[in-house]
């Protein structure tokens, strides 16, 4: 996992420069072309094959899928009056998620969360809209933006009479909707864990705390700034965001506010299982130091009594010499005395609840 993955110009280099900087792969581009009452779809393997929507009165989304090079997004941003800018951001991914205005149309860059296995990472998403058109660009290995098109497909109606600017909100929300599920899987990892926890504390369940907290780390830096993304959109800088959008706009904008409680609350979860590892290797310790002390003890009175009577002072004209090391049961004696001395030691710790 990459915390830092943003790719930086070297210094100097002028402003909208289109540098690859990723090594550029197999780029798909799939136009979808609409109105309330039409709709066209097509895949294409080069850009000349979708100009010829760009004149339509229809809305186009053009959804660019792999690592485009930069001739191709700067063929594209001449067909469209994009900004050098914004084109810039677009190549160079690991950008901070915002929304820029840029004369008659907008810009705006996502994170989407992907959790595969156990390891969390984010895949950018441009987007430009237009008062005709919406373009989304994604090199991820898959398209995420499928469950949109399907509702195109099936002739929505608010989907196909409400405009780019619905389109642009129906992508922003299934990227920023795409943070659940993948939260909800965490939060089932760090549940997990903390029964593990419970159990004992293990090397293993540390490790993956750790990874769990970089995770989180990642994942707040980057859906953090995408709050301010959509709420730039409600603001109404740009005349294409039409009134009636507004509405789910505000809704996306709450769903960005909910991941955000999610990823503290789940960042405090992990603090304590921290506190849970260190409090479980503290009490192994103290049940170890607990018995070891409690072995200790029992051999202190019983080493006091074998020292006595190791001395040997056998004298039989002496009235102080041991008696005990002359009677026929002297040894069985000796043993008796050690064996009631440790279990009256052991029944004394116990009424004190020291074991």
């Known amino acids: 996992m990459h915390l830092f993955g943003k790719r930086y110009h070297p210094p100097g280099t002028s402003p909208g420069t289109l540098v690859q900087r990723l090594k550029p792969t197999a780029v798909r581009f799939r136009v979808v072309d609409y109105s309330a009452s039409d709709h066209i779809e097509h895949d294409f393997g080069s850009l000349a094959e ?12 053009i959804h660019v899928q792999g690592n485009a090079d930069p ?46 296995g156990n390891v969390v990472s984010v895949e950018q998403v441009s987007l430009f809209a237009g008062a005709r058109f919406v373009v989304s660009f994604h090199d991820g290995a898959e398209d995420p933006f499928e469950a949109v098109r399907d509702r195109l497909r099936r002739g929505v109606a608010r989907y196909r009479a409400g405009g780019s600017d619905y389109l642009l909100y129906a992508l922003l929300d299934l990227i920023v909707d795409e943070g ?12 997990d864990l903390e029964e ?5 504390p293990s090397r293993e369940a540390l490790g993956r ?23 730039g959109l409600l603001r109404g800088e740009l005349e294409l ?7 789910y706009l505000r809704d996306c904008y709450d769903h960005t506010i909910q991941v955000m409680d999610l990823i503290e609350t789940y960042r405090e979860m992990t603090a304590s299982l921290l506190d849970m590892y260190m409090s479980g290797v503290s009490n192994r310790l103290n049940d170890i130091m607990r018995v070891l002390t409690i072995i200790a ?22 009235p102080w010499a041991m008696p005990e090391l002359r009677w026929y049961y002297g040894y069985p004696l000796f043993w008796l005395i050690i064996a009631v001395t440790a279990l009256g030691m052991l029944v004394f710790f116990k009424r004190r609840k020291w074991w």
């Open 297 to 318: 003890t029992l051999f202190i009175p019983l080493s006091f009594i074998t020292g006595i009577y190791g001395m040997n002072f056998e004298n039989p004209a002496s």
């Open 71 to 116: 001739e191709t997004l700067g063929e594209l941003g001449r067909l469209l009056n994009l900004h050098a800018l914004a084109l810039e951001d677009t190549l160079n991914t690991g950008q901070r998620p915002k929304f820029e205005v840029y004369g008659d149309h907008a810009f705006v860059v996502l994170h989407r969360p992907v959790l595969s």
């Open 209 to 231: 705390i750790h990874q769990i907290k970089r995770e989180l780390l990642l994942l707040r830096r980057m859906l953090w700034p995408q709050r301010e993304a959509v709420s």
């Open 180 to 191: 659940f599920p993948m939260l909800e899987d965490l939060g089932e990892q760090i549940e």
């Open 50 to 61: 979708c100009e010829a929507y760009f004149s339509k009165e229809t809305v186009t989304w």
């Open 241 to 247: 965001i039409r009134r009636e959008t507004h509405v």
């Open 196 to 200: 593990q926890l419970v159990k004992g």
